[in-house]
């Protein structure tokens, strides 16, 4: 079975800081995987995805987040926080069969 | 390029009533999803559908919950006699047939049972 799991359903972050959202998978088979964002009252919104042309892969906005297949994970990262990225991420997986399967989310908060 | 396109956006039903949320999927997609987002709580899968389809319904209740995607027309997500556990965020999906393609999101159908 086919699962995401997605560590610390809220970060805080100081504008300008580092920001990590963690992102477990687990598959059998080599999977594709997303990162999406929400903000307010709005629907989801593509950051990411990957599907096996190169692990680091770039996105909009300044995230990037890295397929690591020992690890089974797909972690989002921007080096540096803006007020702006305060938000709901999610992250997903897709096996096969246009099966998706969705993270609870991690809530990012900015202080400035 | 239009996107997915959900309506109503915003709906209000007493309970008892039923309740019906629309979505087109984008153009050349051929897969809807529905996805209910509850507060405070994560995005969770629903139904899957393909035109006149259902592929996977194993998130839906099995009572009051139905949806359908018919040959011409959006996909529609019918809940019969809404209960006040049955307000959350609504939210439609589509994708292209092929497995590993990105699925594109509408912007959600907020329904408040009152």
């Known amino acids: 079975a086919q699962s995401v799991t997605q560590l610390g359903s809220h970060v805080s972050v100081s504008e300008g800081a580092l920001v990590l959202l963690r992102c477990n998978y687990s598959?059998?088979?080599?999977?594709?995987l997303f990162w999406y964002v929400q903000y307010p009252n709005q629907g989801l919104q593509l950051l990411l995805k990957?599907?096996?042309?190169?692990?680091l892969v770039k996105g909009i906005n300044g995230f990037e987040a890295e397929f690591k297949k020992s690890e089974t994970s797909f972690h989002l990262t921007k080096p540096s926080a803006h007020m702006s990225d305060a938000a709901e991420y999610f992250c997903?997986?897709?096996?096969?069969?246009?099966?998706?399967?969705f993270g609870t989310g991690t809530s990012l908060t900015v202080i400035p | 390029n239009a996107g997915v396109m959900q309506n109503p956006r915003h709906l209000v039903r007493r309970r008892g009533q039923e309740a019906r949320l629309r979505c087109s999927p984008m153009?050349?997609?051929?897969?809807v999803y529905w996805y209910r987002q509850l507060p405070e709580e994560g995005l969770k899968f629903m139904v899957y559908?393909?035109?006149?389809?259902?592929?996977?319904e194993s998130g839906m209740p099995k009572e009051r919950f139905s949806a359908e995607f018919p040959k011409e027309g959006p996909s529609i997500l019918r809940i019969q006699q809404v209960v006040r556990g049955d307000s959350a965020a609504y939210f439609c999906?589509?994708?292209?047939?092929?497995?590993?393609?990105?699925?594109?999101f509408g912007e959600g159908s907020w329904l408040t049972v009152v």
């Open positions: 999906a589509s994708s292209p047939l092929d497995s590993g393609n990105t699925i594109y």
């Open positions: 598959s059998s088979v080599p999977p594709y």
């Open positions: 990957y599907t096996s042309a190169a692990t």
């Open positions: 997903a997986v897709n096996v096969a069969g246009n099966q998706f399967y």
């Open positions: 153009k050349g997609h051929s897969h």
């Open positions: 559908l393909q035109k006149e389809n259902i592929i996977d």
